[in-house]
C-alpha cells in the first residue's frame, strides 16, 4: 500500500468507478441518543423512493468503508452508511453491547422516516455488521423489508463464552506522525487484499490526530468488553441473504456448514469466488452487483 502525504496521488491507479464513486461525498449527519453522539453518512437518491439502505461496517471499522459503494444505489434507494459506537467518528460509551448498535441503527431509521416518506427499509451488515443487522432485523420484523449478511461469524445458540475468553486488555498507542501509523494499517483478520487503493483510502480516515499523538479511532476497550449475542438465535422473517467468501477465514472448519443448518430455512446463501473475509474489499463491483439483485 503507497503511502504519502497525499491521498489523492495514493490512490491515483485505482479504477474509474472508485475514484467516482469516492467523489460522489455523503453528507455527514450525527444524531444523538442518551449515551452519546452517533454518527452517519448519507446520501439522497437521485429520483422520488421509498426505499432507505443501511450499510453497517464490521469491528474496529467506520462509515468510510462504504464510500466507494453506497454512491451505486442511489438510482434506487436513500442510502445510510453508520459509525457503530466507539468506532468511526461515534462517541465511545462505557458499555458497548449488539443489543445497543441495534437500537443506534433503528434510532437512525426511526429519524428517516420522520424526514423522508419511507417504505421500505433493507439493511446490509458486514461481519459484526451482519450481526446487528440480523439482531434489527429479528426484533424489529415490521420495520425491515430485506437483510442482507456479509460473511459474518454466527455462533450456536449454545455456544459458552466462558471456554472462549478473551485475551488481555489492549492498550491504547499512540504514533508520532499520520504516516507512522498509516504504515500499521492491517485487516484482521489477516489476510491479503489485491485492492490497494480501497486499503489506503479507508487507512486514511481510520486515524485521528490528538494531544497525545496519532491513534486509532475506535475505542481499544471495546474489543474486550463488547456484549455479543449469546444464546440468541436470529428470528427475522424479510427475505435474507448470505454473502460469504470463499477464502474466508470466518467460514472455515464447520462455521459455514453450520450457519447454514441453523439458517437455511429463512435464509440463502451466496460464496464470493477469489474472495476472503473483507468481501467488500476483495470483490466491491460483485458486491454491489449481487446486493443490487437481491434488493431490487
Given at each position: 500500500m503507497k503511502i504519502t502525504d497525499n491521498l489523492t496521488n495514493d490512490i491515483s491507479n485505482a479504477p474509474d468507478w472508485f475514484?467516482?464513486?469516492?467523489?460522489?461525498?455523503?453528507?455527514?449527519?450525527?444524531?444523538?441518543?442518551?449515551?452519546?453522539?452517533?454518527?452517519?453518512?448519507?446520501?439522497?437518491?437521485?429520483?422520488?423512493?421509498?426505499?432507505?439502505?443501511?450499510?453497517?461496517?464490521?469491528?474496529?471499522a467506520h462509515k468510510k468503508?462504504?464510500?466507494?459503494?453506497?454512491p451505486s444505489f442511489t438510482d434506487f434507494s436513500n442510502v445510510i452508511a453508520i459509525?457503530?459506537?466507539?468506532?468511526?467518528?461515534?462517541?465511545?460509551?462505557?458499555?458497548?453491547?449488539?443489543?445497543?448498535?441495534?437500537?443506534?441503527?433503528?434510532?437512525?431509521?426511526?429519524?428517516?422516516?420522520?424526514?423522508?416518506?419511507?417504505?421500505?427499509?433493507?439493511?446490509?451488515?458486514?461481519?459484526?455488521?451482519?450481526?446487528?443487522?440480523?439482531?434489527?432485523?429479528?426484533?424489529?420484523?415490521?420495520?425491515?423489508?430485506?437483510l442482507v449478511?456479509?460473511?459474518?461469524?454466527?455462533?450456536?445458540?449454545?455456544?459458552?463464552?466462558?471456554?472462549?475468553?478473551?485475551?488481555p486488555l489492549r492498550k491504547i498507542k499512540y504514533y508520532p506522525d499520520k504516516n507512522t501509523i498509516l504504515k500499521r494499517f492491517r485487516l484482521m483478520p489477516s489476510q491479503e487484499c489485491l485492492n490497494e487503493w480501497f486499503l489506503r483510502y479507508i487507512a486514511e480516515y481510520s486515524v485521528k490526530d490528538t494531544e497525545k499523538g496519532w491513534r486509532w479511532k475506535f475505542d481499544d476497550n471495546m474489543?474486550?468488553?463488547?456484549?455479543?449475542?449469546?444464546?440468541?438465535?436470529?428470528?427475522f422473517s424479510c427475505p435474507a441473504l448470505f454473502i460469504h467468501g470463499s477464502d474466508s477465514l470466518l467460514m472455515s472448519g464447520n462455521i459455514l456448514k453450520n450457519i447454514k443448518l441453523m439458517y437455511s430455512d429463512i435464509m440463502t446463501f451466496k460464496e464470493v469466488k477469489?474472495?476472503?473475509?473483507?468481501?467488500?474489499?476483495?470483490?466491491?463491483?460483485?458486491?454491489?452487483?449481487i446486493i443490487k439483485k437481491e434488493l431490487f
Open positions: 475514484l467516482k464513486a469516492i467523489n460522489e461525498i455523503g453528507i455527514e449527519n450525527t444524531i444523538e441518543d442518551n449515551k452519546g453522539k452517533i454518527s452517519y453518512s448519507e446520501w439522497s437518491a437521485k429520483s422520488n423512493t421509498e426505499n432507505l439502505i443501511i450499510f453497517i461496517h464490521g469491528t474496529g468503508w462504504w464510500d466507494p459503494i453506497a459509525d457503530l459506537p466507539g468506532m468511526g467518528d461515534s462517541s465511545f460509551r462505557q458499555k458497548y453491547s449488539i443489543k445497543d448498535f441495534g437500537k443506534c441503527v433503528i434510532k437512525i431509521i426511526e429519524e428517516q422516516k420522520n424526514k423522508r416518506r419511507i417504505s421500505n427499509v433493507y439493511i446490509v451488515g458486514h461481519s459484526l455488521g451482519g450481526q446487528v443487522a440480523a439482531y434489527v432485523a429479528s426484533e424489529k420484523k415490521d420495520l425491515i423489508a430485506k449478511m456479509i460473511d459474518t461469524f454466527i455462533r450456536p445458540p449454545d455456544y459458552n463464552p466462558d471456554e472462549h475468553q478473551g485475551g474489543f474486550n468488553s463488547l456484549e455479543r449475542l449469546f444464546g440468541y438465535k436470529f428470528s477469489g474472495a476472503a473475509h473483507h468481501v467488500p474489499l476483495d470483490k466491491p463491483v460483485e458486491i454491489i452487483d
